[in-house]
């Protein structure tokens, strides 16, 4: 079993160098991606060797250092040549897929709760600290919002925290059995736009106007060029964590630790958004002519293969009852935000993303919509933010429905 992290990160970036060397092979490795994302693969790959045991990512320090420094430059680069006015043109039905994600997550909870006691009452416990619903309210935190959330909740409904385990077990099986499910779509979303009678020439307008300015700026980069875009993207991470640690700390002063505003990765992730924005309106955005996007992209890819090394399929089985309901509770979710799409003609993109935007936010969302098209990940990103505005808000309405059906 390998446990160096050194080694690790090696085998992930190797097995992505294989995908993506296969892939441009063509023959029949290209109807292999048509039909299973590369994207898909280089998620599922590295979370299977860590459910088989071949790696060991329990003291890992991968994900902090992937969400700290490849996450933030992949923020800042995708947002770099973003086109403000063509995201406004996507219209209302992004919003409302989003809104929709949220509502699936806030009914869903005391749903799947209820229907999971019909056949195992004690899944709506005796009270006290280690109140299920109480944990569950810790996922509506995370599947709304994000981290920052998850752990607001944990303090507003004070779960007992040596059962808090299990309900991280189930946020991260549930929630990325899911990002499975949409990223092997978003290889196929041209078939399930014509099931959902969905019109995407918005989507596609903005696709091809952000490749269209990439190309246009395009050129052969020089070293010169290599290390100022280096230069400006660790600059700005480094700013990023820097003005977070500071508004972290300013917040907490005014509204204690437990608030979503006193998170510090709230913040990284709002300044790295921010930053973007505000270059794309400066000569800054010229840095996409040397490739600010696909290096974007290639962090982003580190970044899905690091998240898979944080799923191990063979949890499903150490809180069956807790999964249950996080299974019944995703599959609500999903149901209606494909009922909504299919009503109101909503492209699968606005499904995807809206739905990553509260289940996964900053870390997954801007990858399920690079799945489409790495010039489409900056919706991702700004969908995500509002995720987090709105994650405190409905965990709560969905803990005192949850906290209703229990009885408590």
């Not at 899911?178 to 020439?201: I, P």
């Not at 300044?271 to 010229?286: D, E, N, V």
């Not at 974007?296 to 998240?307: D, N």
């Amino acid at each position: 079993m390998i446990q160096s992290d050194v080694i690790i990160f090696g085998i992930l970036a190797g097995i992505l160098g294989v995908l993506f060397l296969l892939r441009e092979r063509g023959g029949v490795w290209s109807r292999v991606f048509t039909f299973v994302p590369i994207i898909l693969l280089a998620y599922l790959i590295p979370s299977l060797l860590v459910s088989f045991g071949f790696m060991d990512v329990s003291d890992s320090n991968l994900w902090p250092i992937a969400k700290d420094y490849f996450l933030t430059a992949a923020l800042i680069l995708l947002t770099l040549s973003i086109d403000i006015k063509g995201i406004i043109g996507l219209g209302p039905k992004a919003l409302i897929m989003f809104f929709t994600a949220t509502i699936g997550i806030v009914i869903g909870g005391p749903i799947a709760l209820w229907i999971v006691a019909q056949f195992a009452p004690e899944i709506l416990g005796t009270g006290g600290a280690d109140a299920p619903w109480r944990g569950f309210a810790t996922l509506a935190g995370s599947w709304i919002g994000g981290g920052a959330n998850q752990t607001a909740m944990l303090e507003v409904y004070g779960y007992d925290i040596e059962q808090y385990g299990a309900m991280v077990a189930v946020d991260i099986v549930v929630a990325n059995i899911w990002m499975a499910f949409l990223l092997y779509g978003a290889g196929m979303h041209e078939r399930v736009d014509r099931w959902l009678g969905a019109d995407s020439s918005s989507v596609s307008r903005l696709r091809d106007t952000m490749a269209a300015f990439t190309e246009k700026v395009a050129r052969v980069p020089s070293a010169n060029d290599m290390i100022m875009l280096a230069g400006f993207t660790f600059a700005a991470v480094g700013f990023c964590h820097w003005s977070a640690g500071w508004m972290s700390y300013w917040f907490t002063g005014m509204l204690g630790p437990e608030a979503v505003l006193a998170d510090r990765f709230f913040w990284v992730v709002v300044m790295a958004t921010t930053i973007g924005l505000a270059c794309s309106f400066t000569p800054a955005r010229q840095l996409e002519g040397v490739g600010a996007s696909k290096i974007g992209t290639v962090f982003i890819f580190l970044l899905v293969a690091v998240i898979g090394t944080k799923m191990d399929i063979f949890q499903l089985g150490d809180a069956p009852l807790f999964m249950a309901v996080g299974l019944i509770w995703m599959t609500f979710h999903s149901a209606l935000l494909l009922t909504v799409a299919k009503i109101v003609k909503a492209p699968f993109f606005f499904v995807a993303v809206g739905s990553k935007a509260n289940v996964g936010g900053a870390a997954s969302a801007p990858v399920v919509a690079g799945a489409f098209h790495p010039a489409l990940a900056p919706v991702g990103v700004l969908l995500a933010v509002l995720g987090y505005a709105l994650g405190t808000y409905g965990a709560i309405l969905c803990a005192e429905m949850m906290r209703a059906v229990s009885g408590g």
